[in-house]
């Protein structure tokens, strides 16, 4: 039993599990005083996402928003880069992907690899700016990178609004997507998944962007672990003196882990407009980019755990929207509680009764471990 | 035609004016972004604490039918939400960005959240009948033609604005605590070698951004209007961090930097009735932000040559003479 708490994993599963639940409690407590149902608009919030099939595609669609967020973010972070560029790579990979769905005549099996490629470059693009100016200037990444997401936001307005949307609309939005535009359905059309298909393309918008979800977790796993670039990422997050020391071309690593990092910012994009909106409208993104630093920052920065975090993110939102619907309740009150679960998990010190005492309890552990050898040693002399 | 009636706007003296009053809710939190910058403490939730404040203000004076016990109010609140990152940020040790992100998230849901439960509505408080603090017209100044129409006649907030820069400059700049919070931002080690209390000088750094940014926030809902609007800051607290970076991390550069951010605003506003598009005239200062970023890189690239050019020829020198000797 000690060991198993002794076990770092654990007891950093322990401290989430416990700061989650504090947060949840908080809620509740709120909830108590507000709500005429208490027990009912919890139950929506804590049970909706996985009580009706639409709720749960909502649930998944949004999971997959924050994933790819997540992704972007964390690998900036792994370098110790605070990207903040996330929102504005997502909106430009949005808008020239929407833009190619929309207008470029060609067919569906050319122009959605197309418009996700296109909205890769865009969202690659838009992150080497600021590599740029940090690689080579030095640039604070925090304040270019916000400067440049309300540069990419005035950006997608501008085209939105005098170049997209129908001339004579009265609202800030584009016409639906042609079919030949839009992500078709996870589950292949075939005769005999024919229920299945019909039943996930009816109630959800799970699109084939879940496939390139799971390629890209990997791939980012890969890239950050497995590779040369990865270890001269993770120097640079180390110690970027020291990587310069030790021969790393710091200046272009840092310029490709943010236009990389751009990169997954620009498939959420794509992900939003093709998969969930299936046109581009206003404020497409409202705040995605932080909530991909929380999903990241959640997960440790460790691309493999970004898909839990972003599942778990993902289903406070989701639960938090059918809460509103089902009771008196409004949806806000869930900001307050992923506030706290951030606050309470990235709190380095939060629980540290806990954490000191195992801590003494597996320095004592080794300590004796250490004496015991040493002192057998001297009897032998 | 129409162009000249948009430059007559622009150079009148009530656009002027305009300007003012547009800037001063990015004045106010910029000054506390630049003392906390100073202090080495980045601080992300000046947009949270303006909200915050905002809404508190508006609340406080509806139900007690004081304007001042609003503001008192709305400047408590702020304070306290800065006080919740400082505690988490040097006690807890939270990552201060990570703590800024969580806490604007708070103030986002939260105001929303009391708001429908005050008045049955997410979108504003005007069911609430909250107070407006007064306007002030300056004895002499405002007789004199032109700049009395720009001088004079503002809320109470724009004064404040150019007083505490006034007063940011004098701190930072001519005491002690100032001195010390410079060093504890500039080499944290160091400061504390020296004796110098660096948690503490951190904290009290991020209270004063946070009153600092909740006067910001009361502008905007006891002034600017007169109600609170859900996420009715629009970013502006990020806006005020660009204007510290813009303005060389110096009280009266950020104090004009933030006047540029107003005046294109005010003048998106101006070309609207021309056919320019509002989004490229709104670009302007983000554009200039990160060009600034830029100059500023270069400027000090140049200044660290410069350094060891010279220090380097003082040692040349140095070893000259003792071979001379």
């Known amino acids: 039993m000690r060991k198993f708490f002794s076990n770092p994993a654990v007891r950093e599963g322990l401290r989430v599990l416990i700061a989650v639940s504090s947060a949840l409690l908080l809620g509740f407590i709120v909830t108590l005083f507000v709500s005429e149902d208490p027990l009912g608009a919890y139950k929506a919030f804590l049970l909706g996402p996985v009580s009706k099939f ?7 669609e949004e999971s997959i928003t924050l994933i790819f967020v997540g992704l972007s973010v964390a690998i900036a972070f792994k370098a110790n880069l605070f990207s903040m560029g996330t929102e504005g ?14 207008f470029v005549p060609l067919p569906a099996i050319l122009r959605i690899p197309l418009a996700i490629i ?12 600021p590599g740029y100016l940090k690689a080579y200037l030095d640039a604070n990444e925090i304040v270019s990178t916000l400067m440049l997401n309300a540069i990419a936001l005035k950006l997608y307005d501008y085209f939105l609004i005098f170049h997209i949307k129908p001339p004579d609309a009265g609202y800030n939005s584009s016409d639906f997507f042609p079919k030949e535009g839009t992500l078709m359905s996870f589950i292949p059309n075939l005769p005999f998944l024919k229920g299945v298909y019909t039943l996930f393309s009816d109630k959800t918008n799970i699109t084939i962007m879940l496939y390139i979800l799971i390629i890209a977790v990997i791939a980012a796993y890969y890239l950050i672990y497995r590779t040369p670039f990865g270890y001269k990422l993770r120097m640079i997050g180390a110690n970027i003196k020291f990587a310069r020391y030790g021969g790393i071309n710091t200046k272009r690593t840092i310029i490709l882990v943010f236009a990389i990092s751009g ?26 980019g932080f909530e991909g630093i929380v999903v990241s920052i959640l997960a440790r920065n460790n691309p493999l755990l970004i898909p839990f975090t972003g599942l778990a993110y993902g289903y406070l939102r989701a639960g938090a929207n059918v809460m509103e619907r089902a009771s008196d309740m409004s949806r806000e009150m869930v900001f307050v509680i992923q506030a706290l ?28 471990e250490k004496l015991a050898p040493s002192d057998g040693g001297s009897h032998e002399v | 035609m129409k162009f000249d009636l948009v430059l007559k706007g622009i150079f009148s003296a009530m656009f002027l004016a305009s300007i003012m009053r547009i800037s001063t809710p990015l004045i106010l939190p910029a000054l506390g972004g630049l003392i906390t910058e100073l202090a080495g403490a980045i601080n992300i939730a000046l947009e949270g604490i303006m909200l915050t404040s905002a809404f508190t203000g508006v609340v406080v004076s509806a139900f007690t039918q004081n304007i001042w016990l609003g503001v008192l109010a709305g400047i408590a609140a702020g304070v306290l939400f800065s006080a919740i990152l400082a505690y988490f940020h040097l006690y807890l040790e939270t990552d201060i960005i990570l703590a800024g992100i969580a806490l604007n998230i708070m103030a986002t849901g939260g105001t929303i959240f009391l708001l429908y439960i005050l008045t049955g509505d997410k979108g504003n408080s005007s069911t609430l009948a909250s107070g407006m603090v007064p306007v002030v ?25 150019i007083v505490l820069t006034f007063l940011t400059y004098i701190m930072l700049y001519n005491t002690k605590f100032g001195i010390h919070l410079r060093a504890v931002g500039e080499n944290p080690t160091a400061a504390t070698s020296l004796g110098i209390p660096v948690r503490s000088i951190k904290f ?26 859900r996420e009715m800051t629009a970013g502006r607290g990020f806006i005020a961090l660009a204007a510290v970076y813009l303005g060389g991390r110096r009280p009266w550069g950020t104090f004009l930097a933030a006047i540029l951010f107003g005046a294109a605003d005010a003048l998106s506003n101006q070309f609207g009735t021309l056919d320019i598009p509002s989004q490229w005239v709104q670009m302007i200062p983000y554009v200039i932000t990160i060009l600034a970023l830029v100059i500023y890189a270069l400027r000090r690239k140049a200044q660290i040559t410069e350094q060891t050019k010279r220090f380097q020829e003082r040692e040349l020198a140095k070893v000259n003479n003792n071979n001379n000797a």
């Open chain 1, 54 to 60: 639409n709720r749960f595609g909502d649930w998944i």
């Open chain 2, 204 to 229: 009290t750094s991020i209270l004063i951004s946070g009153f600092l940014a909740s006067l910001g926030g009361l502008n905007l809902s006891m002034a600017y209007l007169s109600l609170f609007q």
């Open chain 2, 137 to 161: 017209e300056i004895p002499f100044i405002k007789d004199i033609p032109f700049f009395g129409t720009i001088l004079s006649g503002h809320n109470i907030f724009v004064y404040a604005a």
């Open chain 1, 118 to 129: 296109a909205a890769m470059v865009a969202g690659f693009i838009w992150g080497w700016i």
């Open chain 1, 263 to 288: 990169i997954f910012g620009g498939l959420a994009g794509a992900h939003l407009t093709m998969g969930i909106h299936t046109k581009l409208i206003a404020n497409i993104s409202v705040g995605m």
């Open chain 1, 89 to 102: 790579q997502l909106l430009l990979g949005a808008l020239v992907s929407g833009s190619i769905a929309l």
């Open chain 1, 341 to 368: 679960i951030i606050l309470f998990v990235t709190a380095e010190r939060f629980l540290p009764t806990i954490q000191k005492r195992i801590e003494m309890r597996k320095e004592n552990n080794t300590h004796m």
